[in-house]
Nanobody, 121 residues
């Protein structure tokens, strides 16, 4: 069983930056692929970014590529999402997810409770 706890959300002005963190419990974090998703009010949850077990491969949704960076620190059991040049369209609850199989296609079986990101214009 893995528990994921997100932090780092908040209110920021358009053009600003935030860094989200997701801390994972358990001793097998380094074998999980990790991802970030988001859900805006009235919309379905959507993929934002993913990172492979080793951190050597990263994947991004087109809407965030070039602005967001996913990274991981296996020694700290933590995955990060650096978000730059934020726009009001980035406003959503952001969720961290873990894929215990660690192989593509990623199928996430553990989810955090989410952290709110609000971008004001």
């Amino acid at each position: 069983q893995v528990q994921l706890v997100e932090s780092g959300g908040g209110l920021v002005q358009a053009g600003g930056s935030l860094r989200l963190s997701c801390a994972a419990s358990g001793r097998t974090f380094s074998s999980y692929a990790m991802g970030w998703f988001r859900q805006a009010p009235g919309k379905e949850r959507e993929f934002v970014a993913a990172i492979s077990v080793s951190g050597g491969n990263t994947y991004y949704a087109g809407s965030v590529r070039g602005r967001f960076t996913i990274s991981r620190d296996n020694a700290k059991n933590t995955v990060y999402l650096q978000m730059n040049n934020l726009t009001p369209e980035d406003t959503a609850v952001y969720y961290c997810a873990a894929d215990s199989q660690g192989s593509i296609p990623y199928e996430y079986d553990y989810w955090g409770q989410g952290t709110q990101v609000t971008v004001s214009s």
